[in-house]
């Protein structure tokens, strides 16, 4: 099995139907170290609430899978805000402008106001013990035409498109230098880092909930990560939810 420059081991897939479900198979099969799963090519990618993720050769699609231990396991949704972080640095070092990366809330990453990628995280409980699946999916080479919002690809951003397994060792590097300072300081330098990146900061947002949808001005984000939403006097943290500016 091939390793990353971090020593996590990696498996390599010339295709897959979803390396999110390849790494609960890894668990079902008595997988239980740390470990990156790489699809060249992903058939029946998804995303949160189960939207599909198209994804073509050239592109990213991985999941790490890993223990929750230390500050993770107390709030898991950290990793999400540290691989957002960790994209932005990787997509920097492809030749991006940081100028032109925004993070968006909860887990999305902007390039010039499109996705270019997007993060899925879930928790599995495998004999007594809960892991983390932390899946990523970055348009390097191509973008997909949607419907409902811009796309991005890094190849349009820079005129050329990295190797995805060289993409996903750089990305994993910044990936482990974030969760480090997690379980060093804990949520707060995430936090801050993350939000002098963030769009919509300080501006009027439309959140749309599953039931609703709320009118505001992006605030910030609380200790949890929820995001902070002021309407007139009443003041709202919200957990989840899709964010448009």
Known sequence: MKALSSGLPLQVHDSLDSTSLEALRYLDGGGRDPVWIFARLQTAGYGRRGRSWQQQTGNLAATLVMPLSGNLASQPAAAGFALSLALAAALEQSGVKPRDIQLKWPNDVLIDGGKVSGILLERHMVGGETFLAVGVGVNLAYKPDLP??????????????????????????????????????????????????????????????????????????????????????????????????
């Open 148 to 245: 409902d919002y811009p796309t991005a690809s890094v190849n349009e951003a820079t005129g050329s498109a990295p190797d995805p397994e060289a993409f996903l060792d750089s990305l994993d590097e910044a990936f482990q230098h974030w969760l480090a300072l997690l379980e060093r300081q804990g949520f707060a330098p995430l936090r801050d880092a993350w939000l002098e990146r963030a769009g919509g900061v300080g501006r009027q947002i439309t959140v749309r909930l599953p039931n609703e949808t709320l009118h505001g001005v992006f605030e910030g984000l609380d200790e949890t990560g929820a995001l902070i939403l002021r309407q007139g006097e009443v003041i709202s943290r919200i957990n989840t939810g899709d964010v448009f500016f």
